[in-house]
């Protein structure tokens, strides 16, 4: 099965030591590092059990993942001070524009009706009103900015998860119930799984949606914005209902005899 993900270089395969990021100590949190230890360890595990398989590089992949995951959201949690600064200078501007219309405006009175004053009065509120959008456009780059690195991430992440669902497709437990090689096709998968086997790869499978659910879960600790936590809620969503599928295949593997 080829894999989609791009593949990480043979040095990525230790954690940097300040991967961890803030957490309060009166406030339970995820702790990246700790995901990242356990998403290797999975790797690990996968690697002696399964030696040269796809799921057991699909599983150093996601090694990779997790420390892009865990530099993204540190980078997310920092200002971005060029962005403030370019756009502090716009909004001086263009109060400095506006006091000096105010300025020269003349405010007499003298000869003007009440309907000119009415359309003064209307002609001043729509340029603050356009003002007004104007600076909270600028003041909301840096969260947009944010939410896009994030909501890229947030697509690799599901589109691991569909990575790891097609690697458990043809993992058939019926055919440790009843099944029989006589019966393939010859467009059939081939199966040389043990039944011990069958279950720790789905298990296997399992851990890794559900490690990747905690990724996600990284950007909505962090970033308070109602898109991105809408899109880790997805996620979550599907690596759940990807999750109780492998487990209907695990129940039926455990109801096969020894």
């Known amino acids: 099965m080829s894999i989609s993900v791009p593949p990480i270089s043979s040095n990525s395969g230790t954690a940097p030591a300040n991967s961890a990021l803030p957490v309060d100590a009166g406030v339970p949190g995820l702790e990246p590092a700790r995901i990242i230890e356990t998403v290797r360890a999975l790797g690990d595990r996968v690697?002696?059990?399964?030696?040269?398989?796809?799921?057991?590089?699909?599983?150093?992949?996601?090694?990779?993942?997790?420390?892009?995951?865990?530099?993204?959201?540190?980078?997310?949690?920092?200002?971005?001070?060029?962005?403030?600064?370019?756009?502090?200078?716009?909004?001086?501007?263009?109060?400095?524009?506006?006091?000096?219309?105010?300025m020269r405006l003349d405010v007499r009175a003298e000869g003007a009706g009440t309907l000119d004053l009415l359309q003064a009065t209307e002609a001043v509120i729509n340029e603050l009103i356009l003002l007004g959008a104007a600076v909270l456009f600028l003041v909301t780059v840096e969260g947009r900015i944010k939410r896009r690195r994030a909501l890229q991430a947030l697509r690799e992440l599901r589109a691991l998860a569909h990575i790891v669902d097609m690697h458990q497709l043809t993992k058939d437990p019926d055919r440790h119930l009843h099944g029989s090689p006589a019966q393939d096709t010859p467009s059939s998968p081939t199966r040389t799984l043990t039944r011990f086997e069958l279950a720790r790869y789905l298990d296997y499978c399992s851990e890794m949606l559900a490690l990747n659910s905690k990724l996600a879960a990284l950007y909505a600790q962090t970033l308070d914005d109602p898109v991105v936590l809408a899109a880790v809620d997805e996620v979550e969503t599907l690596t759940t209902g990807l999750c109780a599928k492998i487990w209907q295949k695990l129940v039926i593997v455990n109801q096969a005899p020894p």
Do not use: D
């Not at 030696?51 to 993204?72: D, F, H, K, W, Y």
């Not at 200002?79 to 109060?95: D, Q, S, T």
């Open 47 to 102: 690697s002696e059990r399964f030696p040269g398989s796809g799921l057991s590089r699909l599983a150093m992949q996601m090694l990779g993942i997790a420390q892009r995951t865990v530099e993204n959201v540190r980078w997310v949690q920092e200002p971005i001070l060029w962005v403030r600064f370019a756009v502090g200078l716009v909004i001086l501007l263009l109060m400095a524009l506006l006091a000096g219309i105010a």
